[in-house]
């Protein structure tokens, strides 16, 4: 099971990841800002997901 996503579409993800490393959650800012710097040509509906490292402080 997956999205079945192309090269292209993982193009911001993959630069980002390959140029300022995994910035965690923040990383979806970075993405959203590559992408509006090179839209895609489809311009239909698209998804965003993004979450961070679990912290555990030990409180319960």
Same mark, same amino acid.
């Given at each position: 099971?997956?999205?079945? @996503?192309?090269?292209?579409?993982l193009q911001h993800s993959?630069?980002?990841?390959?140029?300022?490393?995994? +910035?965690?959650? %923040?990383?979806? @800012?970075?993405?959203?800002?590559r992408t509006h710097g090179?839209?895609?040509?489809?311009?239909?509906?698209? +998804?965003?997901? %993004?979450?961070?490292?679990?912290?555990h402080d030990g409180a319960?």
């Amino acid at each position: 099971m997956g999205f079945d @996503l192309t090269d292209a579409q993982l193009q911001h993800s993959r630069a980002g990841l390959a140029e300022v490393g995994n +910035l965690g959650s %923040a990383s979806i @800012l970075d993405v959203l800002r590559r992408t509006h710097g090179t839209p895609p040509d489809n311009r239909g509906p698209g +998804l965003m997901l %993004a979450y961070g490292p679990l912290h555990h402080d030990g409180a319960h």
